[in-house]
């Protein structure tokens, strides 16, 4: 079993973790080689930054988080929940990806965005 831990450090386990709290599922992509057992693979903020994102998805939107994948040399991830994929950086702040969103919201209903709403990008929301 690999786990990150809140610190960003990666860990190998020969038991799986179990606890009351269940540990969400994080998939990585484009980190190269698996690292090795105890090496940093992200900072904290990028982990802090991560779960807030899902948080507000939570208790401002009503939306449930399926899973989340991070780009680790991109500095983005993207959270898929029960409605549709929203795509997030670190370039940003999470208040200016949110406010994209907010206005996404207000122009559109949240059933067009089929697969994807990315919230990146400065001038303007791309969602398919």
Do not use: C, M
């Amino acid at each position: 079993y690999a786990y990150i831990t809140k610190s960003g450090f990666f860990v190998n386990s020969p038991i799986k973790l179990s606890g009351s709290t269940p540990i969400p599922i994080l998939h990585f992509t484009d980190w190269g080689l698996r690292p090795q057992s105890g090496t940093r693979v992200i900072l904290p903020e990028f982990i802090d930054s991560v779960f807030a994102a899902r948080d507000i998805l939570r208790t401002e939107f009503g939306l449930v988080t399926v899973d989340i994948v991070l780009y680790v040399r991109a500095q983005e991830f993207h959270i898929r929940t029960n409605k549709t994929t929203i795509w997030f950086d670190l370039q940003h702040s999470l208040g200016v990806q949110f406010r994209r969103f907010r206005q996404f919201l207000k122009t559109f209903s949240l059933d067009l965005a089929k697969e994807y709403i990315d919230v990146r990008i400065e001038d303007k929301i791309i969602f398919r």
